[in-house]
């Protein structure tokens, strides 16, 4: 092995979302399920979904943190 092409820890492949979406491309291809393609790949946008909702939540906390350290040092330095 040489040093050049250590692994450090890399995790990467498939996570449990993905593998659920590919198994039910599968059902829907070979016909078992008929469900709609908006279920079938619901793995994928409800996961996007819960995240894009993670993000904006952190984002408005950052906002409404920094408004009111911003409202409260101009009350302390009587502005």
């Known amino acids: 092995m040489d040093k050049g092409s250590s692994n450090k820890g890399a995790a990467g492949g498939v996570g ?3 593998l ?3 198994a039910f491309i599968v059902l829907k291809l070979t016909g078992v399920i008929a469900w709609s393609w908006w279920w079938v ?3 994928i ?3 996007a979904a819960i ?3 993670i ?3 952190m984002l408005i906390t950052l906002i409404v943190v920094a408004v009111a350290k911003t409202a409260n040092e101009n ?5």
Request: aromatic letters at 8%; one cysteine or more.
């Open 45 to 47: 946008w409800i996961t």
């Open 41 to 43: 790949l619901s793995p």
């Open 16 to 18: 449990f979302c993905g």
């Open 55 to 57: 993000l904006l939540i």
């Open 51 to 53: 995240t894009v909702g």
């Open 75 to 79: 009350k302390r330095n009587g502005r």
């Open 20 to 22: 659920l979406t590919i």
